[in-house]
Antibody, heavy 116, light 110 residues
Framework: EVLLVESGGGPVQPGGSLRLACVGS????????LNWVRQAPGKGLEWLTH???????WFADSVKGRFSASRDNAKNSIYLQMNSLRVDDTAVYFC??????????WGQGTLVTVSS | QSALTQPPSASGSPGQSVAISCTGT?????????VSWYQQHPGKAPKLIIY???QRPSGVPDRFSGSKSDNTASLTVSGLQTEDEADYYC??????????FGGGTKLTVV
């Protein structure tokens, strides 16, 4: 069974930093690209970053320069480092597996709340 | 990276068919066959129901179908069932190594 489990969310003050993690299991992790997607409360989905199987990365303009990503295939994990957080970064952050340029499996999400 | 345009709401009665549109540009939907659709029930993670414009993942009922014409993609749900009541999002791979989602459509089965 394919599983993706996010962690690392929580409350943070504006301007602060947070590092999210996503652990995958049930599939050959190193062979797949993964994405981070977020959803603000009551809002729609927003793609943030693509972490390629070859360790290349693409970012949405909205987070370029503030967010970075990495992967550790030995730990079946990808990470999202979020800096200079703003109130409008408050959202549930999902990790997804990429297949056929779509997200075929999603984690349960981790909530990030940016507030003073 | 403007969001794709979806109607905010759609509705239909059990057994009927409903179509949800998703309009983009010549840089995203118009230039890509990498169009996908997601179903999201309240409090749950989204679920992939269509990929590559018209392909269904294993386990997704054939009541769900997708299509594309020029810069507009469409999701059709046939034989509506009460459990189809959910939010639906379209998504397209864009021309600048990015993905863009639609704003979402709330489908009500009345």
């Amino acid at each position: 069974e394919v599983l993706l489990v996010e962690s690392g969310g929580g409350p943070v003050q504006p301007g602060g930093s947070l590092r999210l993690a996503c652990v995958g299991s049930g599939f050959p992790f190193s062979e797949y690209s993964l994405n981070w997607v977020r959803q603000a409360p009551g809002k729609g989905l927003e793609w943030l970053t693509h972490v390629g199987a070859g360790n290349y990365m693409w970012f949405a303009d909205s987070v370029k320069g503030r967010f970075s990503a990495s992967r550790d295939n030995a730990k079946n994990s990808i990470y999202l480092q979020m800096n200079s957080l703003r109130v409008d970064d408050t959202a549930v952050y999902f990790c997804t597996r990429d297949k056929y340029w779509a997200s075929d499996y999603w984690g349960q999400g981790t909530l990030v709340t940016v507030s003073s | 990276q403007s969001a794709l345009t979806q109607p905010p709401s759609a509705s239909g009665s059990p057994g009927q068919s409903v179509a949800i549109s998703c309009t983009g540009t010549s840089s995203d939907i118009g230039a890509s066959d990498h169009v996908s659709w997601y179903q999201q029930h309240p409090g749950k993670a989204p679920k992939l129901i269509i990929y590559e414009v018209d392909q269904r993942p294993s386990g997704v009922p054939d009541r769900f179908s997708g299509s594309k014409s020029d810069n507009t993609a469409s999701l059709t749900v046939s034989g509506l069932q009460t459990e189809d009541e959910a939010d639906y999002y379209c998504c397209s791979f864009g021309g600048k190594n990015n993905w863009v989602f639609g704003g979402g459509t709330k489908l009500t089965v009345v």
